[in-house]
């Protein structure tokens, strides 16, 4: 096992990282930015060093500068957590050839599945379903009309490189697809460098409903259950529980073990999610895969009693994972509300500043993730999180219930934050009978207009 470890991230997931190695008995160095100089993973390190100015260009995704003060600290190890360097085959490259192990996926991993049309090839060999489409990359409007003619509109074209909703256009028509064509492959290069986009069949009103993956390096591959993650504002996930309630055993049952395939399909080595979209008909098709530790990965630790972080530890320091898919229990329900410095009544605009008070809610079912305390100011330069409720019943409605009182109990002045519209969503009634599709975020505040 390691004895000292970098986390190469900032924020709830750096304390996150920083726990897990406390338990372990692990030593750990924390980098920062600049304006990051009093953040508690600063404080809670056993070691810590400013990479770099505010701009994360300079510090959280500054290669060179993070590979000087793992070799400063002396660390076996780096820990990426998301965003940032997590997908980064390059740097987990980098982190390999400076004899550093990577806490994560393998270069090739990260990168067979950072390739959407090449992901989706490996899943359709390894003999799950895909959305139908476009075989390859689509250059002209005249293979896009052919497409959209065979497979009928609505369809929608995305990015070959992209992933989140980037570079993405749903289309009706063939005026609308011939524009949507141009300004998919011009937004696609300025994201991601790369103008490639696919077309697809667009599926409407769907689930997001994703399973989480454990790989160890000795070829052990097992699924933890799925995360519904349907509820999202512009691809920016707000609410993530397990188990899904759209989800019957049998359909559950397939989406593991097709996540399974997808994974054995790669070699895929430590923490990954498999992302499927459940049409309204109850069919599930393969979307994409996340080579990383996700913001909801608590979701499922609260129902397994697995920690992920610590799997993930473990695992790259070429351990067998210790659990065997048929000793896997599921217990009860938990739901995950992520706050964000945000105005819900203002457009979800970011509302940076300093906590001036700060009242967490505790108690029975309640674990709460986040790297805010009383003094302590969000920072315009990074994403608006400052916290993830997470909460654990026997049952959906005591989850809920459980949720409810929770967000009663917080308090954070005088920044707005997201708390207000998840005690909305908890009073739902379309979200209460679980009866809800990707539209429910917009389709709530139409209605309240
Ligand atoms: C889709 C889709 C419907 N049909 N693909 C959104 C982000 C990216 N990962 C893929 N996304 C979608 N792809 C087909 N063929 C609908 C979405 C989508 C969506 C997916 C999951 C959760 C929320 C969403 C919101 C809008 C669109």
Redesign the pocket.
């Known amino acids: 096992m390691f004895t000292k470890i970098l986390i190469a991230n900032r924020g709830e997931v750096a304390l996150r990282i920083i726990r897990a190695c406390k338990e372990l008995g692990i030593r750990t160095v924390a980098v920062y930015s600049q304006p990051d100089i009093n953040s508690l993973h600063v404080k809670y390190a056993d070691e810590a060093i400013c990479i770099g100015s505010a701009a994360s260009a300079n510090s959280y995704l500054n290669i060179p500068s993070i590979i000087s003060a793992a070799e400063i600290t002396d660390v076996e190890a780096i820990h990426p957590g998301y965003g940032f360097l997590a997908e980064d085959a390059h740097f987990a490259e980098i982190c390999e050839s400076c004899k550093i192990t990577f806490i994560g996926p393998t270069p090739d991993n990260i990168r067979r599945m950072g390739d959407k049309m090449a992901a989706k090839d490996t899943a359709r060999k390894a003999g799950v379903p895909i959305?139908p489409?476009s075989k390859a990359v689509v250059k002209t409007k005249e293979e896009a009309l052919k497409i959209a003619k065979e497979m009928k509109y609505p369809i929608?074209v995305?990015a070959a490189s992209g992933?989140?909703?980037k570079g993405?256009r749903i289309c009706h028509n063939d005026v609308r697809l011939i524009s949507a064509l141009l300004t998919a492959q011009r937004e696609a290069e300025a994201a991601f460098g790369n103008p490639d986009v696919y077309i697809?069949?667009?599926?409407e009103r769907?689930r997001?409903i994703e399973i989480q993956i454990l790989g160890d390096k000795h070829g052990h591959i097992i699924h933890l259950g799925e995360r519904d993650?349907?509820i999202?504002r512009r691809?920016q996930k707000l609410i993530e529980e397990t188990p899904s309630p759209a989800l019957d055993s049998k359909t559950r049952k397939k989406m593991g073990e097709a996540a399974i395939k997808c994974a054995r399909a790669i070699g895929y080595v430590n923490a990954g999610t498999i992302?499927f979209?459940l049409d309204e008909d109850g069919s599930f098709y393969f979307?994409?895969m996340n080579t990383r530790i996700q913001v909801e990965h608590p979701v499922t630790e609260a129902v397994t009693g697995i920690d992920l972080v610590k799997e993930q530890i473990k695992i790259a320091s070429g351990e067998k994972i210790s659990h065997k898919q048929d000793d896997i229990e599921f217990r009860g329900n938990a739901i995950e509300c992520r706050i964000n410095a945000e105005d819900p009544d203002n457009d979800f605009m970011p509302s940076p500043g300093r906590i001036t008070a700060f009242q967490t809610p505790g108690g029975r079912g309640v674990r709460l993730d986040t790297h805010a305390y009383t003094g302590y100011e969000i920072s315009p330069y990074y994403d608006s999180m400052i916290g993830k409720l997470i909460v654990h019943g026997k049952s959906r409605n005591e989850a809920i219930a459980i949720c409810k009182r929770a967000l009663d109990e917080f308090v954070v002045e005088p920044i707005k934050t997201t708390i207000p519209f998840h005690k909305k969503v908890m009073n739902n009634t379309a979200f209460v009978r679980g009866r809800f599709s990707?539209d429910f975020v917009e389709r709530m505040f139409e209605t309240a207009k």
Request: with cysteine; aromatic share 4%.
């Open positions: 959305i489409g929608i995305k992933g989140g909703g993405m697809e069949k667009y599926i769907p997001h993650c349907t999202q691809h992302e979209l979307m994409e990707t």
